[in-house]
């Protein structure tokens, strides 16, 4: 608190807050809002192809158990004889581990930079961006950290289908993990919150790259929306195809392959 002249307290005036200090360059770019903010966007960009790239590829399922097993390996495969099995695969994990704790650190700090400034917007929202995705992201961030790490417990490393999971096998494993309600729900539930992330996600980082004018919003919007609705359909479509049975076990061989020692692909 600062002090007046009679030797009162003055509750006008804010205290000061210390400023950490100033990292070289690039790492001072990171430490302003800005830096934070395209962080978020290219991190986002490359996130939302994954997304993307990933449902396209579970599309494989319904071609059968064989070609979804030979999609599998072909991942495992990337890069042929010219470096070793799943190397690639495994930089691909790694660069996707560093892109979502870029985002989510961003995130957190940018939240932890707006609860500091304790300011309100300057202007009116655009509520045209602002609904009820932007209201949201809090929650749907989360449950989509949440949802990431049950998938992987789920069909990556078996947690959940104990005896039930077969390693490399990716039909029968999602047709087994799916088949229970239960988690059908999860999955119908999480993709859903993915879905209004996407959106959102989508939506603002055109204008974090300077990409912010009223002649393209519409096209911003369209852009948002088809993205994320394109996304929830295919995603959606797994558990409800498993649960009215189109995806099933009856009737089918296991693909040929070395599921022991294959890797989830998933």
């Known amino acids: 608190m600062a002090q007046t002249m009679s030797g009162g307290t003055d509750h006008s005036v804010p205290p000061i807050q210390s400023r950490s200090p100033e990292r070289p360059w690039p790492l001072n770019v990171y430490q302003t809002a800005v830096g934070k903010k395209w962080v978020m ?3 986002g960009i490359g996130l939302l192809g994954f997304v993307v790239v990933h449902m396209i590829g579970n599309l494989h399922i319904y071609e059968g158990p064989v070609q979804i097993h030979e999609y599998a390996e072909a991942l495992r495969d990337l890069g042929g004889h010219l470096v070793p099995r799943t190397l690639l695969l495994w930089v691909l994990r790694i660069g996707l581990i560093v892109m979502f704790g870029g985002h989510i650190h961003a995130a957190w700090s940018l939240s932890r930079l707006n609860q500091k400034a304790n300011q ?3 202007s009116p929202r655009d509520y045209i961006a602002a609904n009820f995705a932007s209201r949201t992201m809090r929650w749907t961030g989360p449950i989509v950290l949440l949802y990431i790490l049950f998938h992987l417990a789920d069909l990556t490393w078996g947690t959940w289908l104990g ?3 077969v390693r490399g096998d990716v039909y029968h494993n999602v047709a087994e993990s799916m088949s229970s309600l239960p988690v059908a729900l999860i ?4 993709n859903v919150a993915l879905a209004v992330h996407i959106f959102h996600g989508a939506w603002s980082m055109f204008q974090t790259l300077g990409i912010n004018n009223p002649r393209y919003n519409a096209a911003r919007r369209h852009f948002a929306t088809g993205l994320a609705g394109l996304i929830l359909i295919g995603n959606l479509s797994f558990p409800i195809a498993v649960q009215t049975g189109l995806i099933n076990e009856d009737n089918r061989s296991v693909p040929v392959g070395d599921f022991e020692h294959a890797e989830e692909a998933n």
């Open 120 to 122: 309100r917007y300057a």
């Open 163 to 165: 005896d039930d999971y």
């Open 187 to 190: 999955y119908i539930v999480a």
């Open 41 to 43: 966007a290219v991190t």
